[in-house]
């Protein structure tokens, strides 16, 4: 009997006896299942595929559920092309469409109109998809925008690892919008609350719970309260809210006791901001440049796979009615250059790269060769405190600049620097400055702004901010107009002062 409750023992714990200590065994991650709904998308798939392909989440523990219908462009062809060549890396990809829907529901007025039907229509695509992932006995569902972009690879895995009820990674617009609300009125409607700015500025960072997320939203379906999760406002007890979606799913949530939260704690991705029912449906493509600029300008551009650049046009170059367009780039700073092309490359802006003179390489033999002699008790007027080497060299840069303008004449130049951010729909507002400021006499318009203590000053702008810096450097960015202007020195330019 001894002999046979010893033997018993070390089969009851067999990791101990004969293998590894159960402690360290390796368990794989949980499965998640990512839903899609596609329409008229075929200027954000190829970023937007990029991304998902792009996500370090092992894609064997991943199952992609697309569907895909009412379009007008090429976004079917797209996504049979993809699935096609990158099906066979995940545990499964099912993929539905639809070219026989047409272009429009029965009460459409246009394919961004959000009508009756064409809520029944998305409410029923989500449910569809939230019942298929408990049928593919799915541990986690991502509910995803095929418009959302997901710049950051690690963001599934740093989801799944928060093992939260239902949380959404904090998206990036080019303003204030974002997907989460920190407020819900009794009639269900958004509202403002103290708590979103800090949130969505990132001025606090973490996870909070919030009444409302939406457009890329994860949901944990291991928990048997999940089982009551629904888009479908019929199947909510008592709701008295409006057939919408998000709105449905989050006070069922509510309603459950089950959390959302939002999670801030890094930079997950971007999206654009939603048009509006009377918009032109065409104006989503000025949505998507905005935020191409806008991930770029924070160092983190959109993906994009080879496989796809066939489907993405790009402006032809063109100076933007100036004689010619500078950029200041020090030949050390090679990221800075390459993120500026980026941005170039996406307004169809025609620059000219300008090598600038490096403060690490000047010193006082260089200065006194060049005839820069220092104004004494000159200060900074944003550190208070003497030039340093650096600042001499972005000094020169423009100095050198200002004698090839007046050299070859330029009646308009407008002149960047390496760190710069544009705006939302910079295009269009720089032509409009250009025409607002034409009758004026003008020398300089900066496009920028610093931020100087408070002074006593008259100042007028032409024109909305056009760009900002990333970080105080100098001046990042302005547009000259020579025309006798008294900003060229006479000694400098005294072969020229009179043509100019």
Not at 21 to 36: L, N, R
Not at 105 to 115: A, L, N, V
Not at 267 to 276: D, I, Q, R, S
Not at 401 to 425: C, G, M, N, Q, T
Request: contains cysteine; proline residues 5%; charged residues 25%.
């Amino acid at each position: 009997m001894r002999a046979l409750v010893l033997a018993f023992l070390c089969l009851g714990s067999s990791y101990s006896c004969f293998g590894e200590d159960v402690k360290t065994v390796s368990y794989k991650m949980p499965t998640v299942g990512i839903s899609v709904l596609v329409r008229n998308k075929a200027h954000t798939l190829p970023f937007f595929l990029s991304c998902i392909r792009n996500l370090n989440y092992p894609k064997n523990r991943i199952y992609l559920w697309i569907y895909s219908d009412f379009n007008e462009d090429k976004s079917i062809e797209i996504l049979e092309k993809w699935v096609d060549k990158y099906a066979s890396l995940y545990n499964g990809v099912y993929l539905t469409t639809n070219s026989s829907s047409g272009r429009l529901h029965r009460d459409e007025k246009s394919s961004i109109h959000w009508s009756s039907d064409h809520f029944k229509h998305v409410i029923s695509l989500r449910e569809k998809a939230l019942n298929f992932a408990r049928k593919m006995w799915a541990d986690y569902l991502f509910m995803i925008d095929a418009d959302v972009f997901l710049t950051n690879p690690s963001t599934l895995s740093e989801l799944v690892s928060k093992d939260l009820p239902i949380t959404a990674p904090m998206l990036v617009s080019d303003g204030l919008y974002s997907n989460f609300w920190c407020g819900m009125t009794d009639n269900y409607y958004y509202q403002r609350t103290d708590d979103y700015k800090p949130i969505q500025r990132m001025e606090k960072q973490g996870c909070y719970e919030v009444p409302m997320v939406h457009t890329a939203v994860l949901v944990q379906l291991r928990t048997r309260v999940s089982d009551q999760l629904t888009y479908n406002p019929n199947k909510i007890p008592n709701y008295d809210g409006p057939e919408d979606d998000i709105i449905a799913f989050a006070v069922n949530a509510k309603k459950n006791g089950i959390t959302l939260h939002i999670c801030n704690d890094d930079l997950y991705g971007f999206v654009p901001v939603p048009l509006e029912d009377n918009h032109d449906p065409k104006s989503d493509l000025e949505q998507l440049l905005n935020i191409k600029t806008e991930a770029i300008g924070r160092g983190s551009p959109l993906p994009l796979d080879p496989f796809l650049q066939d489907y993405v046009k790009y402006p032809e170059l063109w100076k933007f009615g100036c004689n010619e367009i500078y950029m200041i780039n020090l030949e050390r700073r090679t990221e800075r250059r390459e993120l500026m092309e980026l941005s170039f490359k996406e307004l169809g802006m025609d620059v000219k790269h300008v090598k600038a003179v490096d403060g690490r390489q000047l010193d006082m033999n260089n200065l006194k060769e060049l005839g820069v002699t220092l104004m004494p008790n000159y200060e900074d007027p944003y550190h208070k405190r003497p030039m340093k080497a650096g600042e001499i060299g972005c000094f020169l840069s423009h100095y050198y600049i200002w004698e090839e303008i007046a050299e070859k004449r330029h009646s308009i130049a407008l002149v960047l620097e390496d760190d710069i951010h544009f705006v939302p729909y910079f295009r269009n507002r720089f032509l409009r400055l250009l025409r607002e400021i034409e009758p004026l006499d003008w020398d300089l318009v900066a496009t920028w702004k610093a931020h100087f203590p408070k002074r006593n000053l008259d100042a007028y702008s032409a024109a909305p901010l056009l760009v900002h810096p990333t970080h105080y450097t100098g001046q990042e960015g302005y547009i000259s107009d020579t025309e006798d202007s008294d900003l060229v020195t006479e000694i400098t330019f005294q072969h020229y002062k009179n043509e100019l």
